[in-house]
């Protein structure tokens, strides 16, 4: 199997020399490039066009949130993964919009930040074979909406019901239907994809909605579904929200 190549963009020597150590001999992914300026960075990125590029949101020259923007303009394959010690809020909501396909805080957790880029080169697979099964493109932009919602409430993406979520309502999109046997066909489904239980993926999910729950933002959540749902300490199940954000995304769609 052919490795997928990474370029790393991090604003310290100390940071990239770490990182390609710890890619050295992977079995996935292979570095081929680094730089510790944007505009370099840049450059990089543009003759060596890889899978992949690892980069920080604090950088001289372009910042990150440039290089993601002027990586779409140039119509570039590269999947970007931000791993960053900014970490507000409103900072990672940018960084989804810019087109970042993960944000990572450091400190890091090397194993998790490589099984969330296999999770990312997963998810181009599975979507070229939907595009390859129904003959059409699949609405690349997905994700990204799916990920801006979930900023936007409060759900943080470094914890686990994050992703798991983000695939519930994926599945939801593709099939309405599977919202009505949620814990006998969805949580398995999560879980064998994650190599993980179907009972973690549903504790996961239920801690996910908690924690935008518990941050108070009722009012940004009914303004994102559409819908004066919710009210107060009120919240809704996992299939309530999942049914929620899948219905708004179909809405879209359409």
């Not at 507000?88 to 890091?108: L, N, Q, T, V, W």
């Not at 919240?235 to 899948?246: C, D, H, R, S």
Request: net charge neutral; charged share 30%.
């Amino acid at each position: 199997m052919q490795k997928k190549t990474v370029v790393l963009l991090q604003d310290t020597k100390e940071t990239n020399d770490e990182l390609i150590k710890r890619f050295s001999g992977d079995e996935l992914f292979e570095v081929i490039g680094s730089a510790q300026d944007g505009i370099s960075g840049l450059a990089l990125i543009s003759e060596k066009k890889p899978d992949f590029v690892i980069l920080e949101i604090v950088l001289s020259g372009y910042d990150g949130i440039c290089v993601m923007q002027k990586i779409k303009e140039m119509n570039l394959p590269v999947k970007a993964i931000v791993l960053s010690a900014l970490c507000r809020e409103e900072i990672i909501s940018k960084a989804i919009d810019a087109g970042a396909k993960y944000f990572m805080a450091k400190p890091f957790d090397f194993s998790v930040l490589r099984s969330r880029m296999a999770d990312v080169d997963s998810e181009r697979t599975e979507n070229r074979k939907e595009e390859f099964r129904f003959g059409q493109k699949r609405d690349s932009s997905l994700d990204e909406k799916i990920s801006r919602i979930f900023i936007n409430v409060g759900i943080p993406p470094h914890i686990k019901g994050y992703s798991f979520l983000r695939e519930g309502v994926k599945m939801a999109v593709a099939n309405p239907g599977i919202i009505n046997n949620i814990t006998k066909e969805l949580y398995p489904m999560i879980g064998q994809k994650y190599n993980t239980t179907a009972s973690k993926v549903e504790r996961a999910i239920r801690h996910a909605i908690e924690v935008a729950w518990n941050r108070g933002r009722i009012e940004s959540i009914n303004g994102i579904l559409g819908v004066r749902a919710y009210v107060g300490a009120e919240k809704p199940t996992n299939g309530e929200f999942i049914a929620l954000v899948a219905d708004k995304m179909l809405l879209e769609m359409a």
